[in-house]
């Protein structure tokens, strides 16, 4: 497996329309046993980024999106091991870990196929012209409506054979296995010519507007750095300027100082309430040791993670009556600019505030972007504190 971890089997093959799927684990045996037996066309996406110039962000728009998969029957999940009666996604009849290219992408540009090689177009030369700024001002390409085209890659990380498990029901060898693949895919994704920025993350339940229950996560390798990474990288520039001093080893250090927002802490982990949480129960997990990416991770810290990621999972499904919709968002350096003083760290936060309630992005968070939180971050601590 290339430059992860040795004792994670990857095996690569690829799909009927030439997507590619990766194998993490022992299963299957012999791939080629399990052809992908589908017939499938071969579908090219055509997601643009526009440039809002009020906000300064990229907006995505992937208009061949509106037709994918949205909950489909049981039995026909695309991301369950194939059967004789059912074809899906995975042709292979058991599996661990499987990633594969998303059949339905946010990210992809006609002209540049999934490795990022250019086609005969010349699609390419335009990517290249803008990748290496975050807005199209800096390239000459000025006018109030700037886009490029939105290339970058989507996969898939089925994180269990089993349709109804949940991460928090993997073994911490399985999220071993977890962690190798987003090792792998990371590492990988980040090599490819026009990918600034690579995010591992999960949407996990029908309240987070997931469209297909089967336990899986998703990754992006995007061709910009997005809002919220920019703002921290800017941030720890402003903070390193103004005191000589890292930001994220300030912050870790003031939670650790007053301890009233810590949930876990581990020897390689410490797992926090923000202090300014914005959701109702929201946890951030950062290694002791500041490391730009989950690739910079000891094999001792890789461990020491999955048992506590697992623990602080299942305190949200045990918080109220049924199990938490979260969204789990890792947070990695960009690629190739401003990651000198960026810490890898994870951010976990449920939107339920009580039982049957949720919080919704309404009026001041979706309007202004100013969010307002019910619960004290220290008593959320506390509650999940609790929750051992
Ligand atoms: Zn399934």
């Not at 993490?24 to 499938?40: I, K, N, S, V």
């Not at 297909?212 to 390193?240: E, F, K, N, W």
């Not at 581990?266 to 690739?295: C, D, K, N």
Request: glycine share 6%; aromatic share 8%.
């Amino acid at each position: 497996m290339t430059g992860g971890d040795l004792r994670v089997r990857k095996t690569t093959i690829t799909l009927a329309d030439g997507r590619a799927l990766m194998y993490f684990g022992a299963l299957p045996e012999r791939p080629a046993d399990y052809p992908d037996r589908r017939q499938l066309a071969t579908l090219h996406a055509q997601s643009q980024a526009r440039w809002d110039q009020l906000l300064g962000e990229w907006v995505i728009i992937a208009s061949h999106r509106q037709n994918r998969t949205f909950q489909p029957a049981v039995g026909q999940c695309p991301l369950c091991p194939s059967s004789p009666d059912s074809l899906t996604e995975i042709p292979a009849a058991d599996y661990e870990v499987v990633v594969f290219e998303n059949r339905f992408p946010n990210l992809g540009a006609p002209g540049i196929d999934s490795d990022g090689r250019e086609q005969p177009n010349g699609a390419r030369r335009q990517l290249a012209a803008t990748a290496a700024s975050s807005s199209p001002s800096s390239t000459g390409q000025d006018t109030v409506l700037a886009s490029r085209p939105a290339a970058g890659r989507c996969e898939v990380v089925c994180f269990s054979p089993h349709h109804a498990a949940s991460f928090a029901d993997l073994s911490p060898d399985q999220a071993a296995t977890v962690m190798a693949a987003w090792v792998d895919r990371s590492e990988e994704l980040a090599r490819q010519p026009g990918v600034e920025q690579v995010y591992c993350f999960e949407n996990r339940g029908d309240e987070i507007g997931v469209t297909l229950s089967h336990p899986h996560g998703q990754i992006y390798a995007y061709p910009y750095v997005t809002p919220h990474t920019d703002r921290m990288v800017h941030s720890c520039a402003s903070y390193r300027r103004r005191t000589g001093r890292n930001l994220f080893d300030d912050i870790l250090a003031a939670e650790h100082k007053d301890s009233s927002r810590i949930v876990l802490q581990g020897s390689h982990w410490t797992a926090f309430v923000p202090y300014a949480a914005r959701w109702p129960y929201e946890v951030h997990l950062y290694p002791r040791r500041r490391v730009p990416s989950l690739a910079a991770l000891t094999d001792a810290a890789r461990a020491e993670f999955c048992e506590l990621y697992l623990d602080l999972l299942r305190r949200l499904d045990r918080l109220f009556d049924s199990p938490a919709p979260y969204i789990s968002a890792w947070h990695q350096a960009p690629v190739r600019r401003g990651g000198d003083d960026f810490a890898l760290h994870l951010e976990l936060f449920t939107i339920r505030r009580a039982p049957g309630k949720l919080k919704y992005l309404a009026g001041s968070e979706s309007g202004m972007g100013a969010f307002a939180n019910d619960v004290v971050p220290e008593e959320a601590a506390r509650r999940l504190r609790q929750l051992g």
